[in-house]
């Protein structure tokens, strides 16, 4: 007896000196949690299993784009930047990455970040003809703009952004105002949320811009179209992305590289939870799932990482060693 209570003794302190040197090793480690839904629960998931999993003590840091890239850049701090969408960074990553100060861990979303022109699945599914932006703007009587039907309406993004200058002048590229459309401005994320809402609730026609991922492509079957060209770089450095660009040619959208991106710092530090950082991806259909879930439930960034956790384990147990996924389920 005293032999089997030595012996659990033992194992139970080899057990605790094991956990206390995995959360040594791991050590704090603080997380950018990006001020759009995707990236703030990319946060929150990696919160959760770093915590959980590895022992890491996590600190969510309010980010956005610039900023933390900067602050990773200059400071060595957040130590992950989850959701990094690289293109508007494009150069000083490069340098930062060659000099050694950050590294650009993997690839958080699988298929990129998606920008594009929209329709229902179920237009496109009556109308199998269209396939291409072209071929949309064949059919101004599918599309009715809102303040005259006998118009088709192009739905552009949120003023203030990049992406309605891109819309505005793939408008004009396209002659769709020769074809009887006309350029809608939507206002804000809200606006054209709603505009895509209202033509599911009415089962009528709409066609505009729109990203992935997202909730509102989580939530309603949308079908992007191509332009029937493939992406111009230096037309968009020059032109489409230029405000007043006199002549603007038809061209496709880039698909946005996202990459999770660490400070070299926490990879020395941290090599086991960096093994994580490296495997663990995400594909854009999966993640408007969850968003859809997160706003038809109100939820949180913390609400939603927990509701993927728990929805799709068959995905993430992939990135971590089955003791690591005992200990996260464990924790739900």
């Not at 900023?67 to 000083?92: H, Y």
């Not at 989580?218 to 230096?234: A, E, I, N, Q, T």
Request: overall charge negative; hydrophobic content about 40%.
């Amino acid at each position: 007896m005293k032999k089997l209570i030595a012996s659990a003794i033992f194992a139970v302190g080899a057990y605790a000196l094991a956990g206390s040197a995995q959360a040594a090793g791991c050590g704090d480690v603080s997380i950018a949690e990006m001020n759009w839904a995707s990236a703030g629960v990319a946060a929150q998931v990696d919160k959760i299993i770093l915590q959980n999993g590895y022992g890491c003590n996590v600190t969510l840091v309010t980010g956005d784009t610039q900023p933390t890239f900067t602050s990773m850049n200059e400071k060595g701090t957040p130590d992950i930047a989850p959701e990094l969408w690289i293109n508007s960074v494009r150069i000083a990553l490069d340098k930062a990455v060659s000099e050694g100060s950050l590294i650009e861990a993997a690839p958080l979303l699988s298929d990129g970040g998606v920008e594009g022109w929209w329709i229902p699945k179920f237009l496109a599914d009556a109308h199998p003809d269209i396939k291409t932006v072209q071929d949309a703007l064949k059919h101004p009587e599918l599309f009715p703009a809102p303040e005259d039907p006998s118009k088709g309406a192009v739905y552009n993004c949120p003023s203030g952004w990049n992406c309605q200058i891109s819309t505005a002048n793939l408008y004009k590229a396209t002659g769709a105002e020769k074809l009887g459309f006309t350029l809608v401005d939507t206002g804000s994320a809200a606006g054209l949320d709603g505009s895509i809402a209202n033509a599911f609730e009415k089962k009528t026609g709409w066609l505009g811009y729109y990203w992935a991922p997202t909730a509102i492509l989580g939530k309603y079957d949308m079908v992007r179209l191509s332009f029937d060209v493939p992406h111009d770089k230096k037309e968009w450095d020059a032109c489409t992305s230029q405000q007043d660009c006199a002549s603007p040619k038809v061209n496709s959208y880039p698909v946005s590289e996202v990459y999770t991106v660490v400070t070299k710092a926490f990879a020395s530090k941290a090599s086991v939870a960096m093994d994580y950082v490296k495997t663990r991806k995400w594909d854009n259909g999966t993640v408007g799932k969850v968003l859809a879930w997160m706003t038809d439930n109100q939820g949180t960034n913390e609400d939603a990482a927990k509701y993927f956790l728990k929805t799709y384990p068959d995905m993430w147990t992939k990135w971590v060693s089955a003791d690591v996924a005992t200990k996260v389920k464990a924790s739900l």
